[in-house]
C-alpha cells in the first residue's frame, strides 16, 4: 500500500511539474548599451528596437545610457558580462576605448551586434550601420549639383577623434578634390554642443559672409547654423546629415525650406534587433550589415514624408495589435493554466479511484460496485472536460458585460437602501411619507426581478432550453392591446401614437408571453428617445408568406455602428444605455428566432428608427386556442413622466442645483434636500447648466451618466468658467471604480460618492462643502488687494476685476453695470460670485478698493488731498474727507501725518 501511495504522489509530482513546464516559456534577455540619448537620432534607433521586439514576446532589451562618458560605457557593458545576457548590442562612445571591453564580451561567448560605429577590432558577432564615407561622398556629390561644380565650402561636425566625423569628411574630400572650382574654406571640428558652437559659426560666417554652401556633419547642427545665417541676413545651401522624421528633424526642414538637403543616415535600430534574433534562434546571418543611404532634397522630400508617415501609422497599428495580442496570450495562459490543473485534479480522483479498485480487488469485495464507480469516474471527466472546453471558447466581450452588471444594478439599490435607511433613522412615523418611501422600495424591488429574470431568460435561451408555448390568438387584437397600454404616456409625453392595420383579424399561432415581451421592449425604446411632441407608429401587414409588424419613430435614432449591433448583447455603443434595454433587445431577438422569424432595424441619426418583426405565415395552419391571460409575466409598467414638484414656499440660505437623470433618485433627494435648502432639480446636464447660470448656486449635485452630456464633462464646463468656478460639485454615481474617481478629480469634482449611497454621508459632505467654502469667504473677506491665497481659478478672476477697478478708478460714475458688462456677466452673478468669494457686496468691495489706494497715494505721493480725491473717483473732496474718516477714523491730513 505504501509503495502504491509513493507512485501516486510522483506521478503527481511529475504532471504538476508538466503543466509549470508547459506554461513556462524560454526568454531572451538583451542588453543594450547606449552611448548616449541626448539626441532625436539615438530616441528614433531605441523607438525602432521597441518597435520590433513587440514581434518577439519571448525577448526582453535593458537600456543602459552613458551620457557620452566611454567609462561608463566600459561598466555598464561589464555588468551585462556579469548579468549574463544572452546578447550585447553596442553603440561606441569612442571606437578605441570600447575595443577591449567588447573583445571581452565576444570572448565570453556572448554574442555581440555593434551598431553605427566600429570598434578597433574584429572580434564581434555582427555589425549594423550605413558607412560614413559613402555619407560623405553622397554630400560632395550633391555640394557638386547645387553649386554648378564652382563655389567655396564651409564644413561643420562634431567630435573631431570619432571615426563617423573622419570618415564623412574623408569621403566628403574625396569627392570635391576632384574638382578644383570647389574650395573647402574650413572644416570646423569640436566636442561642443550645436548651441555653443553658434558663437565660433557666426564669427567665421561673419568674416566669410560669401561662402556659398553649409556641410553639416547632423541636421541638429545645419539647423543651428540656418538660425545663425537667418540672424546674419544670409541665404546660404546647408546639407545636413540624419534625415530623420519629426518636427525640426531633417525631412521636415528640408520640406520647409530651412536646409537645401539631408543625407539619410539610417539609425539601425529595426535592423539591429532582426539581426540578433537570427543570432539568438541561431539562424543564418551577415557579419557586416550596411544600411541604405540616399540624398533627400526638394524633388523626393514629399514622398519621403508620405512614406515615413505611413511607416508611423503602421508602427502605431502595430503597437496596438501587439498590446492586444499581450492581453489575448495572458488569458490564454490563464486559461491553459485552468485546463492542467483541471487535468491533475482529474488524474487525482482516476488515481484514487485505482487505488480503491487494487484495494477492493484485493478483498475480492463489491466488484460491481467499483465497476459503476469507475464508470461515474469516466463520465465526471468528460462532462468536466466538456465544460472546460465551453470555457475556452467564452469571449472578452462577454467578461466585460457581466461588470456592468454590478453597476446596473447600483441605481434601483440606492432607491431601496436609501429609504430604508431613512425609515430606520426617523425619530416619528409619518404614514404618508412611510408609504411612499415603501412603494419607491416596491417599485425598485421590482426592478431588480426583472433584471434578474431577463438575465435567466437569457440563460435558459443560450442553454436551448426555451420553448415555445403556441396558441392560436387574434394577432391584431393582441398587438392593439399592447400598444393601448402606452396611450397615457403617449398623451402625457405629447407623442403621436398610432395602430395602423388594414385588417380587422388576423388568427394566428404564436407565443404570447414572449411576443408582448418583445413588442413592449421595443415599443418602451421608442418611447425613451423619441422627443416631446414626436410620434412612433405601429404598423401590421401581411402577405401570403409573412407578417410583419413595423414600430416607428422620429426620434434621435442610431449611428451606423449602432445599427449593426443593436442586437449585440456584449456591445455598448452609446455608453448610457440601460442594461435593461441592452438584455430586452438581445431576448427579443431571440423570441422571433423562436419563432422562426427575423428582426430587422432601419436607422438614421437624428431621423429616427423602424424595427421590423419578421414572422412566417402559413394559409390555414391551426393551433390549440387559449385566451390571452392578463398579465401573463411581470414587466415593466408603463408610467407617464411626471414633473419633479419643488415646494418654494420656504427660502433657505443656501441654494443646490440637482442634477439626476433617474425620476425616482431625483425627486427622492429632491424632497430630502429641500428640507435644508432651496433645491432646482433637472434631469440632463444641459438643463443642469441653465439652471446653474440662472441661480449660481452654493453646490452642485450631478450623476454622472447622463443621456447627452455626461456629469465629468459637466464637472469640467463648470471650473472652467469664471462665473461657476467657484461652487463645490459632488458627483453621484453607480461608477465606483477607481479609475472613475480618478477622471472625477481630475474633471475638478469636490467629491465622489458611489451608489448605493449613505444619505447621512450625502448630508455630512453638503454641510461640509458648504462649511469650507463660508471659512474661505470670512477668511478672505479682508483681502481685497491680496488674492494670492485665494485658489488659483478664483485669483484670475480677482486679478481681472481689481484691474478693471483700477482701469476705471478716477471716474466718478463707475457702478456695478458698468463692471459687470465689461466682464460679460449678468449684475447677479457678479454680485453672487464676489459674495461668495469674499463674504461683501460688490459696492462694499469698490469702496474697500478705492480705500487702499487713497491710502498709499497719502503715503507715497506729494499729491493734494483734491488731487487724491478726484484721481479715486470722488467728485467732491469733502465726501472724500468724510468718506476716509468714515472708514479710518481719522482725516486724510491727520492719516498722512500719522
Known amino acids: 500500500m ?12 511529475i504532471l504538476m511539474l508538466y503543466a509549470c513546464d508547459k506554461s513556462e516559456k524560454k526568454t531572451f534577455q538583451i542588453g543594450f548599451a547606449q552611448c548616449t540619448m541626448n539626441d532625436n537620432w539615438r530616441k528614433t534607433m531605441v523607438e525602432g528596437m521597441e518597435s520590433e521586439l513587440t514581434f518577439h514576446n519571448n525577448i526582453g532589451m535593458t537600456i543602459a545610457n552613458a551620457n557620452s562618458n566611454s567609462t561608463k560605457q566600459i561598466a555598464q557593458i561589464q555588468q551585462f558580462i556579469e548579468d549574463k545576457v544572452d546578447l550585447i548590442i553596442v553603440t561606441p562612445n569612442e571606437a578605441k576605448p570600447l575595443t577591449a571591453i567588447i573583445e571581452k564580451a565576444f570572448d565570453a561567448g556572448i554574442p555581440v551586434v555593434i551598431v553605427d560605429r566600429k570598434t578597433t577590432s574584429e572580434k564581434y558577432t555582427a555589425f549594423v550601420g550605413a558607412d560614413n564615407q559613402l555619407i560623405g561622398q553622397n554630400a560632395g556629390i550633391y555640394a557638386n549639383i547645387i553649386l554648378k561644380g564652382q563655389g567655396t565650402i564651409f564644413e561643420v561636425g562634431e567630435g573631431a577623434k570619432t571615426s563617423p566625423t573622419i570618415d564623412r569628411h574623408q569621403g566628403f574630400l574625396k569627392v570635391i578634390n576632384k574638382n578644383p572650382q570647389l574650395k573647402l574654406l574650413k572644416s570646423l571640428f569640436s566636442a561642443r554642443q550645436p548651441q555653443y558652437l553658434q558663437e565660433e ?26 538660425n545663425v545665417c537667418k540672424s546674419l541676413g544670409l541665404n546660404k545651401k546647408i546639407i545636413g546629415v540624419d534625415g530623420l522624421y519629426g518636427a525640426n528633424q531633417g525631412i521636415d526642414l528640408v520640406s520647409k525650406g530651412i536646409i537645401s538637403a539631408t543625407i539619410l543616415y539610417p539609425t539601425g535600430g529595426e535592423e539591429a534587433i532582426k539581426t540578433a534574433v537570427k543570432i539568438l534562434n541561431k539562424q543564418p546571418f551577415e557579419k557586416e550589415n550596411q544600411l541604405f543611404t540616399t540624398i533627400i532634397n526638394a524633388e523626393n522630400v514629399g514622398i519621403m514624408l508620405a512614406q515615413y508617415q505611413k511607416i508611423k501609422e503602421q508602427q502605431d497599428d502595430i503597437k496596438r495589435q501587439a498590446s492586444k495580442i499581450k492581453e489575448l496570450t495572458r488569458i490564454f495562459s490563464t486559461q491553459q493554466n485552468t485546463l492542467y490543473l483541471t487535468i491533475i485534479f482529474l488524474l487525482v480522483v482516476i488515481s484514487l479511484g485505482g487505488i480503491l479498485f487494487y484495494l477492493l480487488r484485493e478483498k475480492q469485495k463489491s466488484n ?30 462577454k467578461l466585460r458585460f457581466y461588470s456592468y452588471i454590478s453597476h446596473e444594478f447600483r441605481t434601483p439599490l440606492s432607491l431601496i437602501l436609501t429609504p430604508t435607511e431613512d425609515i430606520l433613522h426617523r425619530k416619528s412615523v409619518d404614514a404618508k411619507e412611510t408609504k411612499n418611501a415603501l412603494q419607491l422600495i416596491y417599485k425598485n424591488a421590482n426592478r431588480l426581478l426583472r433584471l434578474v429574470d431577463q438575465l435567466l431568460e437569457l440563460r435558459k435561451v443560450d442553454a436551448g432550453k426555451m420553448e415555445l408555448e403556441v396558441t392560436q390568438q ?16 403617449a398623451k402625457t409625453q405629447h407623442i403621436d401614437l398610432q395602430f395602423i392595420c388594414p385588417f380587422a383579424q388576423m388568427p394566428f399561432g404564436f407565443d404570447a408571453e414572449k411576443l408582448d415581451k418583445v413588442l413592449f421592449n421595443i415599443i418602451s425604446n421608442a418611447f425613451k428617445y423619441t422627443p416631446v411632441g414626436g410620434l412612433i407608429h405601429v404598423s401590421l401587414l401581411k402577405n401570403i408568406e409573412k407578417i410583419e409588424i413595423l414600430i416607428s419613430d422620429n426620434g434621435i435614432g442610431m449611428s451606423k455602428e449602432e445599427k449593426e449591433r443593436a442586437f449585440d448583447l456584449f456591445y455598448r455603443g452609446n455608453q448610457n444605455i440601460s442594461l435593461g434595454t441592452g438584455l430586452g433587445l438581445a431576448l427579443s431577438r431571440e423570441f422571433v428566432s423562436l419563432h422562426q422569424g427575423d428582426i430587422e432595424v432601419e436607422s438614421e441619426k437624428g431621423k429616427g428608427t423602424t424595427f421590423k418583426i419578421i414572422l412566417p405565415y402559413v394559409e390555414g395552419q391551426m393551433y390549440e386556442k387559449e385566451p390571452i391571460k392578463e398579465n401573463p409575466y411581470l414587466r415593466e409598467s408603463v408610467e407617464a413622466i411626471t414633473p419633479i414638484l419643488v415646494n418654494n414656499s420656504v427660502v433657505h440660505e443656501n441654494t443646490i442645483v440637482l442634477i439626476e437623470d433617474n425620476q425616482d433618485l431625483n425627486q427622492f433627494l429632491t424632497q430630502k434636500l429641500r428640507i435644508a435648502y432651496n433645491t432646482v432639480p433637472v434631469e440632463s446636464a444641459e438643463k443642469g447648466w441653465e439652471e446653474i447660470l440662472n441661480n449660481i448656486p452654493d453646490l452642485i449635485i450631478s450623476d454622472v451618466m447622463l443621456p447627452a452630456m455626461d456629469g465629468f464633462s459637466l464637472t469640467q464646463k463648470i471650473k472652467n468658467d469664471f462665473r461657476t468656478s467657484h461652487i463645490p460639485v459632488i458627483l453621484l454615481t453607480a461608477k465606483g471604480q477607481l479609475e472613475s474617481q480618478i477622471e472625477g478629480a481630475k474633471a475638478g469634482a469636490d467629491a465622489y460618492i458611489s451608489k448605493p449611497f449613505n444619505q447621512q454621508l450625502l448630508e455630512e459632505k453638503i454641510k461640509g462643502l458648504l462649511e469650507n467654502r463660508d471659512r474661505m469667504r470670512r477668511r478672505f473677506s479682508s483681502e481685497i488687494t491680496n488674492p494670492s491665497q485665494i485658489q488659483k481659478t478664483e485669483r484670475k478672476f480677482l486679478v481681472e476685476f481689481e484691474l478693471l477697478i483700477e482701469k476705471n478708478l478716477n471716474d466718478s460714475s463707475l457702478s456695478v453695470e458698468k463692471l459687470s458688462k465689461e466682464l460679460g456677466m449678468s449684475r447677479v452673478q457678479l454680485f453672487r460670485k464676489i459674495s461668495a468669494l469674499t463674504n461683501k457686496n460688490v459696492t462694499d468691495y469698490i469702496a474697500d478698493f478705492k480705500l487702499l489706494k487713497a491710502k498709499a497715494l497719502l503715503k507715497e505721493t506729494d499729491k493734494t488731498i483734491a488731487e487724491v480725491a478726484y484721481e479715486t473717483g470722488f467728485n467732491n473732496p469733502s465726501y472724500f474727507t468724510t468718506f476716509f474718516k468714515q472708514k479710518t477714523n481719522q482725516t486724510p491730513s491727520e492719516w498722512r501725518n500719522s
Not at 505504501?2 to 509530482?13: D, H, N, S
Open 2 to 13: 505504501r509503495k502504491i501511495y509513493q507512485i501516486f504522489v510522483a506521478l503527481l509530482l
Open 368 to 397: 460491481q460496485i467499483l465497476g459503476n464507480q469507475n464508470r461515474a469516474i469516466l463520465e465526471q471527466k468528460d462532462e468536466i472536460e466538456r465544460i472546460s472546453q465551453l470555457a475556452r471558447q467564452a469571449t472578452e466581450d
Open 201 to 226: 559659426i557666426r564669427s567665421f560666417l561673419s568674416q566669410h559672409p560669401k561662402v556659398d554652401l553649409i556641410y553639416a556633419h547632423n541636421d541638429r547642427l545645419a539647423h543651428a547654423i540656418a
Open 474 to 489: 387574434d394577432l391584431v387584437a393582441f398587438v392593439k392591446d399592447i400598444v393601448s397600454d402606452f396611450n397615457v404616456k
